[in-house]
């Protein structure tokens, strides 16, 4: 059964909430909270309440950023699941953007990324840190929601119709294997964007054929289709292909 990125994100609270190694947050000296443990979904219970103050909020938050910048795989995830009612509004709002269903993984993918990468630089002696990390959440999704947009009219455009195309244009696939020969994009791009984008292939499926991981098949889809799409309107940035020298 396929696994959206928030119900991913949920699963990994529950397993750190529940599991056989629970995670512990301390309230007391760090925070305005009570001294002592306080388990995940008392914290989470507390920092979605409105009437908790919100200084107690932003201090708490303030560990939490803290604990996720030493343990990203652990407390990041438990930060971004204790912030999903934001993530969820984020990805809502980016949605108008480009409102494909079937975007809405990556629209998730892009907010819990965006989430994730200000964690590392927010100030946190500024007040409403939550807020900010879901706001810059938003940003993430909503420029890939446009850029997606944009990606796929192109490709909808007659440049790209099925039919035999006149000579100066090319078919969907003979224009990929162009991009790839050009170095414009990678195969593995170019497969990912042909496979799940025009195949209607599952990311998953694809990302198993071709063994690398979900999040890495999204990611590679991604500055794929950014490239490819800069290249093919004629306002190339000069990105890397290649998705781990990506400044994104």
């Known amino acids: 059964m396929r696994t959206s990125p928030f119900e991913a994100i949920k699963d ?15 309230g007391g000296y760090t925070t305005e909270l009570p001294a002592g443990p306080i388990a995940l979904p008392e914290l989470h219970t507390i920092l979605n309440d409105r009437a908790t ?5 932003d201090a708490a938050w303030t560990s939490l950023v803290s604990l996720a910048r030493i343990q990203p795989q652990r407390w990041g ?27 809405r993984d990556d629209l998730e993918s892009a907010a819990v990324a965006g989430f994730l990468e200000t964690v590392e630089t927010i100030d946190t ?60 994009i990678t195969r593995l791009q170019a497969q990912l964007i042909l496979e799940t984008r025009l195949d209607h292939h599952t990311v998953k499926r694809t990302a198993t ?3 690398v ?10 500055i794929g289709e950014r490239q490819l799409y800069e290249w093919l309107t004629g306002h190339e940035r000069h990105h890397s ?8």
């Open 12 to 26: 990994a609270f529950n397993r750190n909430a529940h599991g056989p190694d629970p995670a512990v947050f301390w």
């Open 77 to 103: 995830l438990i930060a971004a699941a204790i912030a999903i009612r934001g993530l969820r509004r984020a990805v809502n709002r980016a949605e108008y953007h480009a409102p494909n269903i079937d975007i």
């Open 53 to 57: 103050p919100s200084s107690i909020k």
């Open 213 to 222: 991981g979900v999040r890495q098949a999204r990611r590679e889809r991604r």
């Open 209 to 211: 054929a071709h063994q």
């Open 241 to 248: 292909r290649r998705g781990g020298d990506s400044t994104e």
């Open 125 to 184: 002696a500024r007040p409403q840190i939550c807020a900010r990390l879901c706001q810059n959440a938003y940003v993430n999704a909503r420029r890939w929601a446009i850029e997606l947009k944009q990606f796929q009219e192109t490709m909808r455009s007659g440049v790209f119709e099925s039919h035999p195309p006149p000579a100066e244009y090319r078919h969907v696939d003979l224009v990929l294997a162009d991009a790839v020969k050009e170095d414009i």
